[in-house]
């Protein structure tokens, strides 16, 4: 048996690091934490899509309780751009986070499924989703889904 490793590389960031546009991305993203539907964690996402025309489409998470049957904020956000906008291509994803009131120090991460539905995307653009995760100490950017999901579940046609 021979040991693989997998690496991902990605970028620490501060918010003056970006230019105006992806601020204003980062800013919505906080926006929507504001909206969200989260009286059962108490866990507020937001997400906010950047499209190759300067579009931007935003959505946060919606709790039920009937759990599972809520959805995360990224997913949210990425369903309604795809609905919406077939044939503009996303090029950016912000992503932030609050507990109650305070975002969070550091960033989450999307959810495994929110990864998967992000990477399908990526996929049917041919094109890769920078993905910006906001946390107030910690900023990250990566610069595929792809990365964040190396064994993806994908057709290898």
């Known amino acids: 048996m021979q040991l693989k490793e997998i690496k991902i590389y990605y970028r620490s960031a501060e918010i003056n690091d970006f230019d105006e546009q992806m601020q204003r991305l980062i800013e919505k ?4 934490t504001e909206l969200s539907y989260a009286p059962y964690s108490n866990f507020s ?17 919606q709790e039920n309780i009937a759990y599972p049957s809520g959805l995360c904020a ?3 956000a990425m369903f ?4 919406q906008y077939p044939d503009i291509k996303p090029i950016a994803m912000a992503v932030a986070a609050r507990n ?8 989450i991460c999307p959810c495994g499924a929110c990864r998967q539905s992000l990477l399908e995307t990526e996929l049917r653009y041919k094109s890769p989703i920078k993905t910006i995760l906001y946390g107030t100490k910690n900023i990250y950017v990566i610069n ?5 999901l190396p064994f993806a579940f994908i057709s290898f046609d």
């Open 144 to 148: 595929s889904i792809a990365d964040m």
């Open 45 to 61: 996402v937001g997400a906010a899509v950047l499209l190759e025309d300067g579009t931007v489409v935003c959505g946060n998470n």
């Open 29 to 32: 993203a906080k926006q929507q």
């Open 100 to 107: 109650g009131k305070d975002f969070l120090e550091n960033p």
């Open 80 to 83: 309604y751009t795809n609905s």
């Open 74 to 76: 990224e997913r949210t």
